[in-house]
Structure formats: structure tokens, C-alpha cells
């Protein structure tokens, strides 16, 4: 029996530009405080505000930050995606971490994604680093699927429940 091979990627990675950077962080930093205001139950501006410490605190220097790389994802020339990686220690450990991937809404459901998770292991191995990590909300079940599909396991599930006004007592 033949092993099976991995197809070719239809994916190439460039680095973000200095251009192109103010449009990307507030797409993200966007992005990421309706997330939290989505699926963690925060009021806007606080996830407004969450955001954009949570930013500053990870990329400090914006693209001159020591050790993080964001990439475009492109396919014959046309942009798919970005994926943004770096550095992260988790218990004592240092890892991969891949602090943003996303394939734009108009090229989903063709294997990007896959591509560009399998792209953030290269990454991992090429930095001799042999562990990737990665947060994901509990509301995005695609990316969930995706993720366990690749041999990704939950480390932590966070959960919440609301319940209603609090009552204070007298």
C-alpha cells in the first residue's frame, strides 16, 4: 500500500505591508471585539476596550514586533486570507501560536483554511518549535470542525451562562 500523499498547496504566503497594515489591525482588532461581545457576553465597549489592550499588548511594535509574522494568503495571485503567528509560552512551554487566521467570506468552502492551518505548522517547524495553539470561540463551529478534523484537541472549554439582572442584596 502507497502512503498517501499531501496535495500541493494552492496557497502563497507574503509578508503583510507596511501599506497595508493600519487597514489589517482594525479589521482585527474590530473583529475580535464583536467576538467578545458576541460569544463572551460583553457588553461592546468593554470587548472595544479588551481589544484593544489585548492588541497592544501582543503586538507592541505592530509589524516590527520581534518574532510574530503576518502573512497574506493568496492563490494564484489573488488574496485569500491572512494568517497571523508568533511566539507564546503556555505552561512553561513555548509554542506556535496562531493568534489570527482568516479566510475571506468570498473564498471559504475551498480548502484555504486547511491550508493555512497546515501553513502554521510549517511555520512551527521551521522555527524548531513542535507544538501550535490557537484560541477559538465557542460559537464558530466551523473552525472548530476544522481544527479537530487536523488533529487539534480542546486543552479548555469556557463556559458561561447569564442570568438576567443581578439582584442585590439588602
Known amino acids: 500500500m502507497s502512503e498517501a500523499r ?10 503583510l505591508r507596511t501599506d497595508e497594515y493600519a487597514a489589517w489591525y482594525r479589521h482585527v482588532t474590530d473583529g475580535y471585539a464583536r467576538d467578545i461581545a458576541a460569544h ?33 494568503l493568496e492563490a494564484d495571485g489573488v488574496r485569500v486570507g491572512v494568517l497571523w503567528v508568533g511566539p507564546r509560552e503556555i505552561d512553561e512551554r513555548r509554542v506556535l501560536y496562531i493568534w489570527d487566521v482568516e479566510i ?3 473564498h471559504r468552502g475551498r480548502g ?9 505548522e510549517e511555520l512551527a517547524r521551521s522555527r524548531g518549535l513542535g507544538r501550535v495553539e490557537l484560541n477559538v470561540f465557542g460559537g464558530n463551529v466551523i ?25 442585590v442584596p439588602r
Request: a positive charge; aromatic letters at 4%.
Open 104 to 106: 475571506d467570506e468570498a
Open 143 to 167: 473552525a472548530r470542525t476544522l481544527y479537530q478534523a487536523l488533529g487539534y484537541g480542546e486543552r479548555a472549554v469556557h463556559m458561561a451562562k447569564d442570568l438576567g439582572d443581578p439582584v
Open 6 to 15: 499531501p496535495r500541493p498547496s494552492r496557497l502563497s504566503a507574503r509578508p
Open 112 to 120: 484555504f483554511g486547511r491550508e493555512a492551518m497546515l501553513l502554521a
Open 40 to 72: 463572551g457576553g460583553t457588553d461592546p465597549g468593554a470587548a472595544r476596550r479588551k481589544a484593544v489592550r489585548d492588541m497592544g499588548m501582543v503586538l507592541p511594535r505592530g509589524l516590527e514586533t520581534p518574532d510574530h509574522e503576518v502573512k497574506v
